[in-house]
């Protein structure tokens, strides 16, 4: 390695080497690609197919030098577009992130002397050195080692630290998580010290791969815009069909081309729902703002209801399900195991004095407790857990070493697999006060010592230099029996999943001398028990992901751990753990396996960022709606390829977060659940006022379909029908956007994502009620006494752009009533208004009054009757189009009345 690299070990590199490679391979440093820019975003906001439709009507409206139409329309346009664009305007910042993980200085061998230099100067073939607490500025190759120790669970996904070694990885396959001989970018090391030789820079490292899976990974387009996008394509095709019937039907009978082009802008205007672009904007900004008050940070609207329509989450372990720290759960001493979490069992003496021991075995020093109080430690995660541990228990590890200061250690290392520790026994007067520290002290015999020996490690390296067992406080001669016990309780300890640690000691009545071996201190032990650890799950974890189980959603956990430890969690979670596929597993498995496995695997261990982001897309390709929940910089290539991107607030690094699509402020996967919900509440309610829109809609494209064909003018003018669309349809329809759930929302399965947003039932629902408001408006019409009774082209080209008329005017009210009806009984599919109760919903009454008030405003301010082309109405004509009205109420009751009847009878 060092030959191919062109250096020396002891020496380096020359300087007229560095400036080679400098200008070789250039700068050590992660290429950014920058988000997007201001234009991009608000160019965004116009690709979309409704908008298209509506600027089109815009132009065509000046074409025909309808300057009022025009404006009203691009205002919707612009007003949905500043929408957008105020909720999206976020740069995408994972490449900048990326950047800050890179180590800003780095201790090199240069020339034959040790400097620090920038890490961006570092080139192939440099000598790096490392302790603990330091960023791996590159990937390196070890090449001297002393019990290096690092922590790789951004990277791997990983929560344990890593002991590194020196040999050679015989395994030409092996993943990232099993190189031990290799050191990654990004990554910090915990424990120990090591030199390693630099093999790769900048984009090179692993860290960069991630940088360009980042890169070349394309978002997904969410389930609602899709649908969105259906939608304005079939109102188009519809449109088209039926504005060409009208311009036909009216240029064979003679009408001036004038009349015929209006017409067919009216048509279109009615046919396109204007306002559903901007509400449904604001309906997703609004739930946005909810999630926000639920910790649950949105980054992008669309992703606000994409949550709702998941059917997989896929979910990193460490960090996300589990605590990302290493926690001591059991103390398994001879012949009994101890829950440690359990206050009893730090009562027992030979509890204390086994993780006591272990303790004061470490170089981890406690922190102070946060504000929660939570205990953590500085140093290596295990060892952490170990002094934790043991304050936990009442014994703190500066007490511990005030009374027994440490004298002698014989460091970890990889042959030996253990560490030692010896211990002198203060003149300091030691406690009797019954507390945990005194019961440790008295288990110990220290009173009848000069020195205490610490010794932790495998169990299988502990075992051979103990010659006695504690068992019930007694210390007892260890036989083969005891042994061969002891080896298979390790064995299935870590089956389970969990990391298992012998510990050991030994009183000695004689001194020990600084400077002894390890020869010296491990010899002639006594056995005390294993030490159980594990990354915990989190406590909200379990029953949010039954409650996600219950809601039809499947969880998928996917883990850099190793297999045993991932199938135990999964065991813990409630998943199906039969089958366990691992890194290699995918590496031998073709696309068509994958999609095969990706029906049935709940869990995945061993895996790679680039695993992660074939099990994204294996589960899309089979149709299911994916999110992707993680907090690594492993997680973020995944966290943009699926449908939904999820990222941890406060453990998550700034890579992920740029990542996804949404951020949870904290930490918690029960607000997965919450954000569930709610996006199953915001997609529900956006079926509301579609139904809605799309019956008042389709009333008012009936109304202009039918006139001609009865021989009548033109019922109703392009402004008139904007009116409808952004006032009397868009005001209510906001209001709907923030209704109530209903009862089952998270006792259903998710939607089928293949169906339409418009399904058959509420396209038969649509018609029914459009012709209802149809029949009405011409009722109504026909109620008037100046409708005529003949039909003049020339006659009718002038009063339809001119004159306004009482028959109009009653079509054009009775229209608009009938819709805020409408929008009052819509509000559940099933259950009647008055059960879920009438003012419930406070926004939708206020709407409909405050609708109610500007119609009249149309119909008797003489500003407004010019520019709507309105008459005023006498106290009976203004009844009759509100009676006509409150008809479309009691028919789509009695409709749901007959709904819950039908249901009823069929459940019995």
């Known amino acids: 390695m060092l030959t191919a690299l062109q250096t020396d070990k ?48 815009a132009i065509i409206s000046f074409a025909l030098k309808d300057i009022k139409d025009g404006i009203a329309i691009l205002a919707i346009v612009i007003l949905n577009a500043i929408l957008g664009f105020r909720q999206e305007f976020s740069a995408e910042k994972a490449m900048a992130a990326l950047r800050k993980m890179s180590s800003p200085k780095a201790r090199v061998r240069r020339g034959g002397s040790v400097t620090e230099i920038d890490a961006e100067a570092l080139v192939p073939g440099d000598i790096v050195l490392l302790e603990a607490g330091n960023l791996i500025p590159a990937d390196c190759r070890l090449i001297e080692n002393a019990s290096l120790h690092v922590q790789e669970s951004a990277l791997t996904g990983e929560s344990e630290a890593v002991e590194k070694h020196v040999d050679a990885i015989t395994d030409q396959h092996a993943g990232v998580g099993d190189r031990r001989n290799m050191l990654y970018m990004g990554t910090v090391v915990t424990y120990g010290r090591a030199e ?63 009349v015929v082009f209006l017409t067919a802008v009216s048509m279109a205007v009615a046919a396109v729902p204007e306002g559903l672009p901007a509400v449904v904007t604001i309906a997703l900004a609004l739930g946005a703002k909810r999630m926000l008050a639920r910790n649950a940070l949105v980054r992008s609207l669309p992703a606000v209801e994409t949550l709702g329509a998941v059917t997989t989450i896929c979910t990193d372990k460490t960090g996300t399900l589990t605590q990302n720290r290493m926690t001591a759960t059991v103390a ?103 507390s945990s520290l005194a019961r440790f002290l008295s288990a110990t015999d220290a009173n009848n010592a000069d020195s205490l020996i610490m010794v932790k490690g495998a169990v299988d390296s502990i075992l051979p230099i103990c010659t006695r067992i504690r068992r019930n406080e007694e210390s007892i001669p260890l036989t083969d029996a005891d042994r061969s016990a002891l080896e298979d309780k390790m064995d299935t300890m870590a089956a389970g999943g969990i990391r298992v640690l012998g510990v050991a000691y030994r009183a000695s009545s004689t001194p020990v001398d600084s400077g002894a071996t390890p020869e010296d201190l491990e010899s002639n032990l006594v056995y005390l028990g294993m030490i159980g650890m594990m990354d915990p799950l989190r406590n909200d974890v379990p029953p949010a992901v039954h409650t996600c189980q219950q809601a039809g959603i499947r969880p998928v956990m996917i883990t850099g751990d190793h297999p045993a430890m991932a199938r135990c969690i999964g065991s813990e979670l409630g998943l199906q753990t039969d089958q366990v596929f691992s890194g290699k597993d995918m590496e031998n498995a073709d696309e068509t396996a994958l999609r095969k496995a990706a029906a049935d695997v709940s869990v995945y261990a061993r895996v790679s960022p680039e695993h992660k982001l074939r099990i994204v897309d294996a589960l899309q390709e089979r149709g299911d709606i994916v999110a992707m929940t993680g907090d690594g910089v492993n997680d973020a290539p995944a966290l943009k390829s699926a449908d939904i991107g999820v990222a941890m607030g406060i453990t998550g690094t700034d890579v992920a977060k740029g990542a996804a699509d949404m951020v949870l402020l904290d930490d918690r996967y029960a607000t997965i659940v919450a954000a569930v919900r709610e996006g199953r509440v915001i997609f529900d309610n956006i079926l509301r006022f579609i139904r809605f829109i799309l019956a008042s809609n389709t009333g008012e494209l009936l109304v202009m379909l039918t006139a001609p064909m009865l021989g009548m003018p033109l019922p109703l003018l392009p402004v008139q029908i904007l009116w409808m669309n952004l006032v009397t349809d868009g005001l209510p329809a906001l209001a709907l956007g923030v209704e109530k759930p209903e009862r089952d929302v998270m006792e259903r399965p998710p939607r089928d994502p293949q169906r339409p947003i418009v399904t058959w039932k509420m396209a038969i629902e649509v018609l029914a009620i459009g012709a209802l408001i149809t029949i009405l408006s011409f009722a109504a019409g026909h109620g008037a006494g100046d409708l005529p009774s003949t039909y003049e082209p020339v006659t009718h080209a002038a009063h339809s752009m001119s004159e306004a008329t009482t028959w109009q005017t009653m079509i054009f009210s009775t229209m608009v009533f009938a819709q805020l009806f409408l929008a009052l009984a819509v509000r559940s599919t099933r259950d009647s208004v008055f059960r879920i109760g009438f003012f419930s919903n406070p926004a939708l009454i206020g709407a409909v009054l405050l609708t109610f008030v500007l119609q009249l405003a149309v119909l008797y301010v003489p500003v407004l009757q010019d520019f709507f082309h309105t008459v005023p109405l006498s106290q009976k004509e203004i009844g009759l189009c509100l009676s006509l009205g409150a008809v479309v109420f009691l028919a789509v009751e009695a409709a749901k009345t007959i709904y819950r009847l039908v249901h009823h009878f069929k459940r019995t």
Not at 18 to 32: D, M, Y
């Open 196 to 258: 390693g030789v630099v093999t790769d820079i900048g984009m090179a490292t692993q860290l960069g791969q991630v940088a360009n899976l980042l890169q070349s990974t394309e978002d997904e387009a969410t389930p609602l815009t899709r649908k969105i996008h259906q939608l304005g394509k079939m109102l188009i095709s519809l449109s088209l069909v039926l504005i060409s019937i009208v311009v036909i039907m009216g240029l064979l009978r003679g009408e001036p081309w004038q």
């Open 10 to 57: 002891e020496d380096g590199l020359t300087d007229a080497q560095v400036k080679e490679k400098q200008a070789q391979h250039g700068p050590n440093a992660l290429s950014s690609e920058s988000g997007r820019r201001p234009w991009q975003i608000l160019a965004a906001q116009f690709a979309n197919i409704l908008v298209a439709i509506l600027i089109a009507a």
């Open 332 to 434: 398994a001493l001879p012949g009994s195991d101890h829950k440690l979490s359990d206050a009893t069992s730090h009562e027992n003496p030979d509890v204390l004095l086994c993780i006591g021991a272990a303790a004061l075995c470490t170089d981890a020093n406690l922190q102070p407790a946060t504000d929660d109080g939570i205990l953590s430690a500085l140093g290596d995660p295990t060892e952490g857990a170990l002094v934790v541990a043991a304050a936990e228990a009442g014994m703190l590890k500066n007490d511990m070493e005030a009374l027994l200061p440490r004298i002698a250690e014989a460091p970890f290392d990889s042959d030996r697999k253990r560490m030692a520790t010896a211990h002198r026994v203060s003149d300091t007067q030691t406690p009797t006060d019954g």
